[in-house]
């Protein structure tokens, strides 16, 4: 056998202990140390990210959703910091709900990683434009209320419109936005300069561009660059 194998071999019994056979030579109370060792570290790593998550899910259910994804993902970073944007990847594409998984576990748990990648992010706030430490956020359920005394069973006839950012003091902030102003936030974003994503939303919303609107919007960019979240540019 190949040392090559003997790694693959060595990571699937860690992986899955209870269905991979132990490698010859290496006793199972020696392999049962690197089991725990692995999956322990992972867990910690996971279980810090998703605090809201793991209470409503219950230890064992959470338990059983760290066993799965550490056996089933394949990870595309060596990186601890990642672990938990593994975990979002996990979710969104291996993840199996079992019958009392709420509804809102894919959400949930995307806006909580939400807060740590932009805790760790090396971006820094630009000179001008929108700061990419600024994320608009669309949920089909009000996850920013989502806690282990409420769990709501349907969503609302709206969707949640979100927008998290990081400031100049490196705290990680959030607020709720109005549908128009989460267009607003997609079009600067997108590098659009204030007045032309102004006007193209007037037209869209069937709105009339004049002063009243533009004044009350104005109003609205002042407070974005006063929170470090926008800052014009020069023809703005």
């Known amino acids: 056998m190949s040392g090559i194998q003997q790694q693959r071999d060595?990571?699937?019994?860690?992986?899955?202990?209870e269905v991979q056979p132990l490698l010859p030579g290496i006793s199972g109370e020696r392999m049962?140390?690197?089991?725990e060792l692995f999956f322990n570290n992972v867990a910690s790593l996971v279980s810090g990210a998703f605090p809201v998550l793991r209470g409503i899910l219950g230890?064992?259910?959470?338990?059983?959703?760290l066993r799965a994804f550490f056996a089933e993902h394949r990870a595309s970073t060596p990186y601890f910091l990642e672990i938990s944007q593994e975990f979002i990847a996990w979710l969104q594409q291996g993840y199996r709900a079992e019958p009392d998984d709420p509804a809102f576990v894919l959400e949930l748990a995307h806006y909580e990683w939400v807060e740590l990648a932009?805790?760790?992010?090396d971006a820094k706030l630009p000179a001008q434009g929108w700061s990419p430490?600024?994320?608009p956020l669309a949920y089909q359920w009000p996850v920013q209320m989502i806690g282990v005394d409420h769990h709501p069973t349907q969503p609302p006839a709206e969707p949640t419109c979100l927008l998290v950012w990081r400031d100049r003091q490196e705290q990680v902030r959030f607020m709720q936005l109005a549908p128009f102003a989460y267009r607003l936030a997609l079009r600067l974003q997108a590098g659009e300069p204030s007045g032309q994503a102004l006007q193209a939303l007037a037209t869209e919303h069937g709105l009339a561009a004049d002063q009243h609107y533009f004044t009350h919007a104005r109003a609205l960019l002042d407070d974005w660059q006063a929170r470090d979240i926008w800052f014009p540019y020069s023809e703005d």
């Open 10 to 17: 060595f990571a699937a019994r860690i992986r899955q202990p």
């Open 32 to 35: 049962a140390i690197y089991e």
């Open 59 to 65: 230890a064992e259910r959470w338990q059983r959703l």
């Open 118 to 121: 932009l805790d760790v992010s």
């Open 133 to 135: 430490l600024a994320w």
